[in-house]
């Protein structure tokens, strides 16, 4: 893996990699302090139209993976419980109010080989709110589950497949 990160935070010394427990880490050369290096989390809300269509965010110009599609997602903030950090999420990229529900899924995300993140994606119901793209958002739009969009990530691709076969599952 490619070294991020070069002087320790507690103390300012050099990092220098050392074997503990079997894995190779980072480690304060000066005070020991170990540089442990963690996925971020990012949440997403799985969220239905009266039609049964899925709510989707088209990526804007000025962010990664631009003009891709994806279920409305964004990180959770260092400070933040999770379903208020997916709630301001949402409402930054598409304007509505929601009210997170049950986890449907989580899953690792190692699309991006310089940050591994968890995602977690809840169902989630509106509360309110006007649907318009704002923030990390171009477009904005209620798909069939079954679209073929050009996705941004893989394991949107996975939710949006164990979505189907939930809804097969409980029609048969």
Same mark, same amino acid.
């Given at each position: +893996?490619?070294?991020?990160? %070069?002087?320790? =935070? @507690?103390?300012?010394?050099?990092?220098?990699?050392?074997?503990?427990? !079997?894995?190779?880490?980072? /480690?304060?050369?000066?005070?020991?302090?170990?540089?442990?290096?963690?996925?971020? *989390? !990012?949440?997403?809300? &799985?969220? %239905?139209?009266?039609?049964?269509?899925?709510? +989707? #965010?088209?990526?804007? =110009?000025?962010?990664?993976?631009?003009?891709?599609?994806? &279920? =409305?997602?964004?990180?959770?903030?260092?400070?933040?419980? *999770?379903?208020? !950090?997916?709630?301001?999420? &949402? $409402?930054?990229?598409?304007?509505? #109010?929601?009210?997170?529900?049950?986890?449907? @899924?989580?899953?690792?995300? %190692?699309?991006?080989?310089?940050?591994?993140?968890?995602?977690?994606?809840?169902?989630?119901? *509106?509360?309110?709110?006007?649907?318009?793209?704002?923030?990390?958002?171009?477009? &904005?739009?209620? %798909?069939?589950?079954?679209?073929?969009? =050009?996705?941004?990530?893989?394991?949107?691709?996975? /939710?949006?497949?164990?979505?189907?076969? $939930? +809804?097969?599952?409980? $029609? @048969?």
């Amino acid at each position: +893996m490619e070294q991020r990160f %070069f002087f320790c =935070p @507690a103390c300012g010394a050099a990092l220098g990699r050392r074997c503990l427990d !079997g894995r190779e880490r980072l /480690v304060c050369n000066d005070c020991g302090r170990i540089q442990y290096e963690n996925p971020i *989390v !990012g949440v997403a809300a &799985i969220v %239905f139209n009266e039609e049964g269509r899925i709510l +989707m #965010v088209r990526r804007s =110009p000025n962010i990664s993976y631009q003009g891709l599609w994806c &279920i =409305p997602c964004g990180y959770l903030e260092y400070d933040e419980d *999770v379903r208020n !950090g997916l709630a301001r999420e &949402i $409402k930054e990229e598409t304007g509505l #109010v929601i009210k997170p529900k049950e986890v449907f @899924a989580v899953y690792s995300n %190692f699309h991006n080989p310089r940050q591994h993140t968890v995602g977690i994606w809840f169902l989630a119901d *509106v509360e309110g709110g006007t649907l318009e793209a704002g923030d990390d958002a171009s477009e &904005i739009g209620w %798909f069939e589950l079954e679209a073929p969009l =050009p996705l941004a990530f893989p394991t949107d691709r996975l /939710v949006l497949s164990d979505l189907l076969h $939930k +809804m097969r599952d409980n $029609k @048969a």
